[in-house]
């Protein structure tokens, strides 16, 4: 497996208008990492353990940003699977572009994905049992969805 990227909100080059402000990614050694960047392109990256993915088996893979609490909370099929501190704001990103399945195509995810959401809002492992069972209509075009209705 490599490392490639599940989904990145950030431009390629090192300038702080195209830094990262989040990036989920799968590892080779079945971890995932969530990272951003600040100032000029300086990586700040928490990692689970090795092993909550196996390569070919299909997840609902999960990460939430509680800035207040300074964390970041992975799940996996709906469980939790890390709770690790993360302290810092990403900065810059002016020129950033949304990015599934891809980065600096380097690091391609080679694989299929069934969907991809992003929410506005911190979830918590209930709601994500949830979340993976909902089934957007398809005339739906925005990117997050109202929290109430879940």
């Known amino acids: ?14 300038t702080s208008t195209d830094n990262v402000l989040y990036s989920l ?8 990492q969530f990272f951003h960047e600040n100032g000029s ?15 070919g088996d299909w997840a609902h893979v999960a990460a939430t940003h509680d800035t207040a609490l300074d964390q ?12 690790v501190p ?3 704001d990403a900065t810059g990103g002016e020129d950033a572009g ?5 980065f600096d195509q380097s690091d391609d995810f080679n694989g299929l994905m069934d969907e991809a959401r992003v929410w506005n809002s911190v979830k918590q492992n209930v709601k994500l049992q ?4 909902v089934i ?3 005339s739906y075009t925005h990117l997050t969805l109202p929290t109430s209705d879940l």
């Open 72 to 83: 970041i909370t992975f799940f996996v099929n709906g469980a939790e699977v890390a709770k």
């Open 86 to 88: 993360f302290n810092g």
């Open 130 to 133: 949830r979340i993976i069972s």
């Open 136 to 138: 957007l209509a398809v």
């Open 98 to 102: 949304l990015l599934f399945g891809s």
């Open 41 to 55: 392109g300086s990586d700040v990256a928490v990692t689970t353990d090795s092993g909550v993915l196996t390569q």
């Open 25 to 32: 990614k799968m590892l080779s050694d079945g971890s995932l």
């Open 1 to 14: 497996m490599q490392d490639p990227h599940l989904m990145a909100f950030g431009g390629t080059s090192e």
